[in-house]
């Protein structure tokens, strides 16, 4: 793993899908075998394969709270602000501090338990909400697509959250058809859970065909869907599934949002606020 400190000269970042985002830092070891995020390499210059590099992210200036007042800040969309490195560097933690009595609505978006260390700050904010992605109840399929908190871990995290009255969202995503049991994450976790976002498997990134290879692998008998869908593009399958997870929802009092035509919602001015888009 290659470490490295930069300065930078200010953590808030005018955001297309916040108003403003704050990325800690620059790169993520959980490597998430489908990460979008990895498309940063691009404008950093890192040579390093994705997860393999982390830039922690110092910053002498202080946050510009009145800049925020009224505003969405979304922490963190292309790093996992509570990735292993906080626990030392305490940048994230340094950062909440100076929100606490910011007039903003706070959305963090984490997959490590890590999170529970700073809920002594997260408690005496009074607009924050915590995403946590969970696409399966499967430890084996979980361990094979990234390297952050286990699911049970996860979890007990939001369950956590939610007794200390903390806004928790489960952010199904991304869900792998055919693999991703919707419905028993929905069962198992509903008492503990505000609101939930389901979003599909985009396979727009570089990590195609080696999401595609790992199906084909692990899960033969449905790659025939994924063959469909993702290099034929016949989408309908997907439409379906969405449609059901729409219906079991509004039948089961389910608060959700549903982010399965990512391009759509990312164009559409709309929603362009907090909690009505993808990161
Ligand atoms: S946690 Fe998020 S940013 Fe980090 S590797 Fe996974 S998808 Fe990418």
Redesign the pocket.
């Known amino acids: 793993m290659i470490v490295k400190e930069k300065e930078v000269k200010d953590y808030l970042t005018k955001s297309k899908i916040g108003e403003y985002a704050i990325n800690p830092y620059v790169g ?1 070891p ?3 075998r ?5 498309f940063m390499k691009r404008f950093t210059n890192h040579p390093e394969e ?2 393999e590099f982390i830039d922690i992210k110092i910053c002498d200036k202080k946050i510009d709270t009145k800049k925020i007042e009224g505003k969405n800040v979304f922490m963190s969309s ?3 602000c509570y ?1 292993p490195y906080e626990a030392k560097y305490k940048i994230t933690r340094n950062i909440l501090e100076q929100l606490i009595d910011a007039n903003c609505r706070l959305q963090i978006s984490t ?1 490590n338990k890590l999170i529970l260390r700073d809920l002594d700050l997260l408690k005496q904010m009074k607009n924050v909400s915590v995403a946590m ?1 969970v696409n399966t109840l499967d430890e084996n399929f979980r361990k094979d697509m ?1 390297k ?1 908190s286990s699911i049970k871990e996860r979890l007990e995290t939001l369950k956590t959250l939610n007794e200390n009255r903390i806004y928790t969202i489960l952010f199904m995503s991304p869900i792998f058809i055919g693999i991703t049991d919707w419905k028993a994450i929905i069962e198992e976790t509903k008492t503990y859970i505000n609101e939930y976002w389901f979003e599909d498997l985009n396979l727009r990134g570089s990590y195609k065909y080696d999401i595609l290879r790992y199906v084909k692998e692990h899960y033969s008998n449905i790659y025939p869907i994924y063959e469909n869908i993702y290099i034929k593009g016949n989408r309908q399958q997907l439409f379906d599934m969405d449609n059901e997870i729409r219906d079991y929802c509004n039948k089961n009092d389910i608060n959700y949002s549903d982010y399965f035509h990512h391009e759509e919602v990312i164009n559409n001015k709309e929603n362009k606020k907090l909690g009505k888009n993808n990161w």
């Open positions: 993520c959980h490597k998430c489908y990460c979008y995020a990895s994705w997860g292309v790093t996992d990735n997959k992605s990234d952050a």
